[in-house]
């Protein structure tokens, strides 16, 4: 289980130190969010992984406690082995059809803020949705007979937070 958005770094040394941001090298060439760092109990890791990006001109900060305060307050959590398959540059590639209306702009919307801020999200003609899919390896979305559309009574933006479990408590909002 993951944080919503959370990319996990893989490459990081054992122990943080003055390489730990080099993982962050794209930070610097677009405009996104300062990065959160996160360990298991909050403590050396995080902390430094944050003081080593602030030291090279990057905003950071990390998360108090951790990922064990974040699910014991019952915060978001996302299963990544519901996400698509990556690409080689590790985004998650989501297709539909062009002309986007309420949901086709709310589904990217959820998808770059919550479950994969690298995601790659392709607007094709209606008939060009599977074809598109297909050829590049991507998830179609809100078009009829796939996984992520219309369910009973659900829209593809509510499907989408119930097969993630992305749901906030009311006392947290």
């Known amino acids: 289980m993951a944080a919503p958005n959370a990319i996990r770094s ?48 990057y905003p ?25 398959a990556r690409d080689a540059q590790g985004r998650t590639i989501w297709v539909t059809r062009s002309r986007p209306k309420i949901y086709r702009i709310a589904c990217p919307w959820l998808i770059r803020r919550l479950l994969d801020p690298r995601a790659i999200i392709l607007f094709v003609a209606p008939t060009e949705v599977i074809g598109a899919s297909e050829r590049q390896n991507a998830s179609p ?20 937070l ?3 479990g992305l749901n906030i408590p009311a006392s947290c909002v």
């Open 60 to 84: 950071s900060e990390y998360l108090d406690g951790g990922f064990e305060v974040w699910c014991a307050a019952g915060l978001p959590l996302i299963d990544p082995a519901k996400l698509p």
């Open 162 to 164: 119930a097969e993630f």
């Open 10 to 57: 893989t490459s990081l040394p054992a122990s943080s130190g003055p390489r730990a941001h080099r993982s962050c090298s794209t930070c610097g060439s677009r405009k996104i969010s300062p990065p959160i760092t996160v360990c298991q109990a909050g403590h050396r890791r995080s902390r430094g992984t944050a003081a080593w990006l602030r030291a090279e001109g």
């Open 141 to 160: 979305f809100d078009i009829d007979d796939v996984f992520w559309s219309l369910r009973e009574d659900l829209c593809t933006f509510d499907v989408m």
